[in-house]
């Protein structure tokens, strides 16, 4: 994967790239959220993945066009996990979309509480010169 | 037909910050006194010796370590590992050996050392038990993992915190009373419900202990039993179940899917329901999951578990006693030791030997330990049913 830029979603370095999460990571960094859609039974899946859960076929990425989304439910981490210490207080969130897929991420610009049922905006960040991820924007 | 088995002897090593002891002198600690009653290494068959995360200690095959240390280096031995369900899936894999007739006698002993490492490590390493891919990056830790499920809960069900702080003093009120427990004190309700934010909307209080400790059991073919005890307690009933990896693909986050069948399962095979349950060990790694284990088990409709609390009938005296040796919030969970020292507790109890009298259930017949691994993964019930 010499050609290939290194990338790495969220906030850790997990190095356990395929060539079909680098195309996923390839076109978040392109601001595009994607999903993966089963070739045979149609089945689409939030976030993507390469096999089927159901009938282990192959899934193609295509783009996720929501931007909207109600919060499912929250939790501020105060105490976290010792590579994202520093970043502590942080907000994780599951966004629930009006198709019904799902997504978790941060929500990076909260002034008060969250409230399940706030509405939420889907949003992209570049961390650093590797570090790409999708976000929620209140 | 598979063969009825019995657990026949426990022991229990203290719970807590064990800076004097490893995984090594813990699992001795657990098996003496089981040795000192006479079931000594030449009657034991094999053993399954096991712990949740290598990691914390650096030691890869531990349970040969452990089987050495122990005096058993020289009997079969395997680990089992499923998360924080790591005990009662040993012991389920033990029963499964006895029932089909492969071995008539085996230990089952569950250890964790986990503060060798900080509290921030451990947190570190418990996240990787999340999907490394599309949770771990997001910082998700276990008590981030049972917040994602008390928010949507509060939320549902329209429930403020307090119901959460009056099972942390629930469990403390018992765990003071348990000689073996990590925090063994009392806390009032105002410094459980105001305590420092760990995860919210869950604080300190919530959380269970990072603890260090091991708890083993022995058991036996039915026609082997009565060479060990004139007190048998049967496993009678065994339920598993399994709930989707990503928390997000929960259809629900008030209830666990897989504790829901895992309970079903286990009443059936045992030919009973929640009412006919004299006392429960559940899986407190947070207080709402304590509250959640209600519903999942049938002690309480949806969304009424808090009824439970606020009636004070998970107290020893009352209709569905829980946890009355402290529980994984101050008794401690030492992840592969807690659903060994569960069945130890059941045990106990069953026997009239819980060390105080203030925390003995009255006339326990039937004892039901539910043992949850990472968010719901992995779940196991058992009912156990006194012998004698
Ligand atoms: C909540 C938590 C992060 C606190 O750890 P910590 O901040 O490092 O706490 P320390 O060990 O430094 O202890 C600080 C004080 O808090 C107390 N304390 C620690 N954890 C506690 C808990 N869970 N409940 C109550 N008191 C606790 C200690 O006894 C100590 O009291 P002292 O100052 O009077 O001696 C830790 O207990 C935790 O992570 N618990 C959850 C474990 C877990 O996720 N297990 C897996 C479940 S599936
Ligand atoms: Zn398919």
């Known amino acids: ?138 | 037909m598979a063969r009825k088995v019995a657990v026949v002897a426990g022991g229990h090593s203290k719970f807590g910050k064990r800076y004097d002891a490893t995984m090594r002198e813990l699992s001795a600690e657990a098996y003496k006194p089981i040795y000192d009653e006479g079931i000594t290494q030449d009657k034991i068959d094999a053993t399954v010796l096991s712990y949740a995360a290598s990691q914390f200690t650096g030691q890869g095959a531990g349970s040969a370590l452990i089987a050495d240390y122990i005096g058993l280096y020289d009997k079969p031995h395997l680990r089992v590992e499923s998360a924080c369900t790591t005990g009662t899936a040993s012991l389920r894999a033990a029963w499964g050996m006895v029932a089909a007739g492969l071995y008539d006698v085996m230990l089952v002993l569950g250890v964790e050392q986990m503060n060798r490492v900080s509290s921030a490590t451990a947190t570190e390493y418990m996240s990787q038990a999340g999907d490394m891919r599309w949770e771990y990056p997001y910082g998700i830790s276990f008590p981030a993992f049972y917040a994602l499920m008390a928010s949507r809960y509060m939320h549902e069900y329209d429930m403020p915190h307090d119901v959460l702080a009056k099972i942390a003093v629930k469990s403390h009120h018992y765990g003071a009373q348990n000689p073996k427990a990590h925090l063994p004190r009392e806390v009032s309700f105002e410094e459980a419900n105001n305590a420092i934010p760990i995860c919210r909307p869950l604080n300190l209080y919530d959380c269970s202990l990072i603890t260090d400790g091991a708890a083993a059991v022995v058991i036996a073919a039915e026609d082997r039993v009565n060479e060990f005890t004139d007190r048998p307690m049967w496993i009678k009933g065994i339920g598993a179940g399994a709930s989707s990896m990503k928390i997000q693909d929960r259809e629900s986050l008030t209830s666990i899917p897989g504790a829901k069948h895992a309970a079903k399962a286990a009443y059936e095979m045992a030919g009973v329901g929640p009412d006919d349950i004299d006392m429960a060990q559940v899986h407190d790694c947070f207080t709402i999951a304590e509250l959640i284990a209600y519903e999942d088990l049938g002690f309480a409709e949806p969304g009424k578990g808090r009824e439970i609390v606020e009636n004070k009938e998970n107290y020893h005296t009352g209709r569905i006693p829980v946890n009355c040796d402290g529980g994984l919030k101050s008794k401690g969970h030492p992840l592969g030791a807690t659903g060994v020292s569960m069945t130890y507790e059941i045990m106990k109890q069953m026997r009239g030997e819980a060390e105080n009298q203030s925390r003995q259930i009255e006339d326990v017949k039937l004892g039901l330990a539910h043992n949850v691994g990472q968010s719901g993964q992995f779940v196991n019930v058992f009912i156990f049913e006194r012998g004698w």
């Open chain 1, 1 to 138: 994967m010499s050609e290939e830029k290194e990338l790495y979603l969220g906030y850790t370095t997990d190095k356990a790239i395929t060539p079909f999460f680098q195309d996923f990571l390839e076109a978040l960094e392109q601001e595009k959220l994607m999903k993966s859609k089963c070739t045979k039974c149609g089945t689409e899946y939030l976030p993507p993945r390469e096999y089927c859960q159901k009938d282990l076929s192959k899934c193609e990425l295509e783009e996720h066009t929501e931007k909207e989304a109600k919060l499912y439910s929250y939790v501020i981490v105060d105490f976290a996990p010792e590579t994202l210490s520093s970043k502590a207080p942080y907000v994780v969130a599951i966004g629930e979309f009006p198709s019904g897929l799902r997504l978790t991420a941060h929500i990076t610009n909260l002034m008060s509480m969250p409230e399940v049922g706030m509405n939420l905006k889907l949003a992209f960040d570049k961390i650093d010169a590797k570090k790409i991820t999708y976000k929620w924007l209140v």
